[in-house]
DNA sequence: GAGAAAAGTCAACAAGCGTTGAATTCTGGA
DNA sequence: TCCAGAATTCAACGCTTGTTGACTTTTCTC
């Protein structure tokens, strides 16, 4: 088995690139490792040395790549919320296109662990909780700027995520049951209807 | 004023209770500092340390008057919804009425920093977390079982537990500009419709 | 005013943290 | 086979944490 991966290896110099060299598949594990304690402990509980452990690593070692656990941080969180194209979806359909997206993004398909670490140490850490308002700013605002009136954009948008991350708070973070233990389907019938008044309904 | 004090503390052993006792007031100041300190940082940040330095006294007393940092949440966290009684209130007025209350309880006359404690530090707290869901299923399902059918009473409260946990996390907790910077009033318009929905509309 | 009890302080502990630089092992090319 | 350089480990640093027990000071009772 040690040959075998000492092949594969080998393989992995001589084609540059298609494998990855030794040194950028350790730091893919310490990512990985970091992604996962992240989302689990969020930013504070997770440590360098629980991450290292995960990885099977010297704690050293993840100084030596990312240099500090900040930039371990950053180098973990880098936030795409996959928002679809929704020029051509009917207006009608628009909430719950946006929620479906949001739990597939969650849960589904599109999941990976990056919207949990967010939200996790965005609560207790200012720096994390900065770079959820950018997200925010950037990916959702502009969504809906193309959407509704100039003014409203931004107060739309606002509205939109106090729903969807309420959604996400209940059903990942403290898991109540009675929205916890229903079916992805069953939540996304019931929270549609919000979001599409908060993106195309009138507003008092 | 040192004279002033000793009189004063005087009084308050002889009258016996309608004064604090001196032990009954740094108790006190602790858990003011307490929940200061836990509201500002949650759980895990906050230290007893410190919030024996904003009582000014050693950080050994805390523990002489709470045995260890658990208990001492444990005390300083002690959950009141202050939920109102809705039996005279309208059907289509429950939703501004449980709304306007909600932020009532979070920036108004009600509130103080217990549920800013609970929520920030419920998220990488798993026994807070718990304790959130006990709150919630005591005192946010009791009342809907009394407006809704048996059955739907657990989802109907998730769903407005979702829109108003999710208001009070991008309000001040993430603070979204376009939802922490409008008034309380408006955003209680544009939020109450989906809370009334959830008690009383109709669900797929 | 003496003595007991309550209130509060002090110094230290063991453990965990992020971080560092030197020492060691591994590995591909001459 | 040997060696340079990359990859990795080791041991330690300074700091903060919750917690403890011995000590001193304040307060109340007789």
Redesign the interface.
């Known amino acids: 088995m040690t040959f075998g991966l000492y092949l594969w290896y080998g393989d992995a110099m001589t084609t540059e690139g298609v494998r990855l060299s030794k040194s950028e598949r350790t730091k893919a594990a310490i990512l990985g490792a970091a992604r996962e304690q992240f989302a689990r402990?969020?930013y504070?509980?997770a440590s360098i040395r629980s991450i290292a452990a995960q990885a099977s690593i010297d704690p050293a070692l993840v100084m030596r790549y990312f240099t500090s656990k900040e930039a371990l941080f950053a180098a973990a969180v880098d936030v795409d919320l996959m928002l679809p194209d929704l020029s051509g979806v009917p207006v009608e359909d628009l909430g719950a296109r946006l929620t479906r997206h949001f739990l597939d993004r969650w849960e589904g398909a599109l999941s990976d662990d990056v919207l949990m670490i967010l939200?996790?140490s965005?609560?207790?850490n200012e720096q994390v909780?900065d770079r959820?308002?950018s997200v925010?700013?950037e990916q959702v605002?502009a969504v809906l700027a193309r959407l509704a009136p100039p003014g409203e954009a931004?107060?739309?948008?606002?509205?939109v995520?106090?729903?969807?991350?309420?959604?996400a708070?209940?059903?990942y973070?403290?898991?109540?049951?009675?929205?916890a233990s229903?079916s992805r389907e069953d939540v996304a019938?019931?929270?549609a209807?919000?979001v599409q008044?908060?993106l195309t309904g009138g507003?008092?």
Chains 1, 2 share one sequence.
């Not at 931004?154 to 509205?159: F, N, P, S, T």
């Not at 973070?173 to 929205?179: E, S, T, V, W």
């Open positions: 402990q969020g504070d509980r939200l996790r965005a609560v207790t909780a959820l308002r925010f700013a605002v931004e107060r739309r948008a606002a509205l995520a106090s729903q969807l991350l309420g959604l708070l209940t059903r973070l403290l898991r109540l049951p009675g929205i229903r019938a019931d929270i209807p919000t008044r908060y507003l008092a």
